[in-house]
């Protein structure tokens, strides 16, 4: 596992893999236009599939190779740093949400349309959301950056061996994301041509496929990621910011449960508790530090 760490979360690992998901953004990008424009000339008959109902939905297939890169990201900074994962945590649900709000626009007949229109009414709560949830991330990386360095470092040392099981966690978990990846991959494709799923649990809609079994196996980490921590440091605020972090996952999680104002309400609320959480492990370490330094 550890070899397996090494080949794929590698620095150069990560810079290729930042080139191909590039090229296969603008491939994908233009490959879907090309579609719509072959259907909407009767080419081919793609007018069951609503992604190919309009050119604004060619953005899906960009952001999904996107999303995809900052999934890989996330599992990256897993063993370097629990907090900067949360963070890609955050990253990638703006993402879901910037990509539901152009989901929401190919909806509206703005040539007809009320102040009542629900859909007019969710692109207005979508767009709130992302103002708000990039606000909260831009506070989180300030948060982040006045953390005790010096601490930090020090734990780092002392728990060399903890990231070497963080590794081999974060190795096991890309290859259960590849599995359910291909899993979903299947499904949507054979929904789309037959219309019907392979699995019948799999019911899901564009903005949350795949997406609810990737944050299950996430908080499942997560938590075995915390328990190890607590053999290694019984640092009772260190144990709150994982925990915490947790929770943060947990209410991401369940927000591909429901829709509407509740759906955006439950990841504003796990921003705000992530936000609230490192704001007094910094404090703690703030203080922790000062109190070193005067003994």
């Not at 990008?29 to 000339?41: A, D, K, P």
């Not at 190919?52 to 297939?61: G, K, L, S």
């Not at 299947?186 to 037959?194: E, T």
């Amino acid at each position: 596992m550890n070899n397996l760490y090494d080949k794929i979360f590698s620095d150069k690992a990560r810079d290729v893999i930042q080139k191909i998901t590039v090229t296969l953004a603008i491939l994908g990008f233009i490959t879907h236009l090309i579609l719509i424009g072959l259907s909407s000339l009767s080419v081919l008959d793609l007018s069951e599939i609503d992604l190919f109902q309009n050119p604004i939905n060619a953005i899906y297939t960009p952001f999904s190779f996107i999303l995809i890169y900052e999934i890989y990201l996330l599992v990256f900074y897993i063993p370097r740093s629990f907090t900067t994962s949360l963070l890609k945590q955050f990253e990638i649900i703006s993402l879901i949400l910037i990509r539901r709000v152009f989901g929401d626009i190919t909806k509206i007949d703005f040539t007809n349309v009320s102040m009542g229109n629900n859909d007019l009414g969710n692109l207005f709560i979508d767009l709130a959301a992302v103002l708000i949830l990039a606000v909260a991330i831009l506070l989180f990386y300030k948060a982040k950056a006045k953390m005790a360095t010096n601490l930090e470092e020090i734990d780092i040392a002392i728990e060399k061996r903890f990231n070497l099981l963080k590794r081999f966690v974060s190795s096991l978990l890309i290859i259960i994301l590849a599995m359910i990846s291909l899993i979903h991959l299947a499904d949507f494709l054979f929904n789309s041509l037959y219309g019907y799923h392979i699995f019948h649990s799999m019911k899901n809609d564009l903005n949350s496929i795949f997406y609810k079994d990737f944050f299950t196996a996430l908080i499942l980490t997560d938590v075995l990621i915390l328990l190890m921590s607590y053999g290694f440091s019984q640092d009772y605020f260190k144990l709150l910011r994982n925990t915490g972090f947790v929770i943060a996952t947990i209410l991401i999680r369940l927000s591909f449960g429901v829709t509407g104002l509740l759906n955006i309400i439950l990841i504003l609320s796990s921003v705000i508790f992530g936000f609230v959480i490192l704001l007094i492990y910094t404090n703690y370490s703030r203080y922790s530090k000062e109190h070193i330094v005067e003994h």
